[in-house]
């Protein structure tokens, strides 16, 4: 069964860091693209980065770029996101999150499944 | 980047209605869409890929349609279970976007 966890999520003082982890199991993690999403309490889904199965490419929302940083360690079939500069607007449940299938060629499939139960990050002072 | 606005934002239905919910691009997509669906405290579930694509483990009683800025989502005989909210999401470029959701709640 593919199974993603999520963990690091917490309380944070804005300007703060954070790092969050999210631990896959029951799929070759390498083979993979994996995403960042975030949902602020009470609202909507906002995607916010994507790493390659090699961590070649990677890209991020206008609201993260140069504050977040996406990575992985394919030897630990681990991802990461560090959060640097938070502010309050960073509050949300992370998710990670799968593309469905394999890219090939360039081209991703660029659907989520599955994804992890999200770990939920606070920035308040 | 790619707008996506659901309509409507919310919905009453009874069981064993039939639920259309729609969802506009800003710019034409071809059928780079996928549709959710998220219970509360929940994370989203993938219900439908490339407009019409059902995922697998996804009641037949789903299905999608359109390409182009124009897509639906429909729930042809609405179940206990489908109570939820249900969002869009571009595939088409980056950054990837979601629509603002539809909650589909108890009549």
């Known amino acids: 069964e593919v199974q993603l966890l999520e963990s690091g999520g917490g309380l944070v003082q804005p300007g703060g860091s954070l790092r969050l982890s999210c631990a896959a199991s029951?799929?070759?993690?390498?083979?993979?693209?994996m995403n960042w999403v975030r949902q602020a309490p009470g609202k909507g889904l906002e995607w916010v980065s994507v790493?390659?199965?090699?961590?070649?490419?990677?890209y991020y929302a206008d609201s993260v770029k140069g504050r977040f940083t996406i990575s992985r360690d394919n030897s630990k079939n681990t991802l990461y996101l560090q959060m640097n500069s938070l502010r309050a607007e960073d509050t949300a449940v992370y998710y990670c999150?799968?593309?469905?299938?394999?890219?090939?060629?360039?081209?991703?499939?660029?659907?989520?499944?599955?994804w992890g139960q999200g770990t939920l990050v606070t920035v308040s002072s | 980047d790619i707008q996506m606005t659901q309509s409507p934002s919310s919905v009453s239905a009874s069981v064993g209605d039939r639920v259309t919910i729609t969802c506009r691009a800003s710019?034409?997509?071809?059928?780079?869409l996928a549709w959710y669906q998220q219970k509360p405290g929940k994370a989203p579930k993938l219900l439908i890929y490339?407009?019409?694509s059902l995922q697998s483990g996804v009641p037949s009683r789903f299905s999608g349609s359109g390409s182009g800025t124009d897509f639906s989502l429909t729930i042809s005989s609405l179940q206990p279970e489908d109570f939820a909210t249900y969002y869009c999401?571009?595939?088409?470029?980056?950054?990837?976007?979601f629509g603002g959701g539809t909650k589909v709640e108890i009549k």
């Open positions: 790493i390659s199965d090699s961590a070649s490419i990677t």
């Open positions: 999150a799968k593309y469905l299938g394999y890219c090939s060629g360039g081209s991703c499939p660029r659907w989520f499944d599955p």
């Open positions: 490339a407009a019409s």
């Open positions: 999401q571009q595939a088409n470029s980056f950054p990837l976007t």
């Open positions: 710019q034409g997509i071809s059928s780079s």
């Open positions: 029951g799929f070759t993690f390498s083979n993979y693209a």
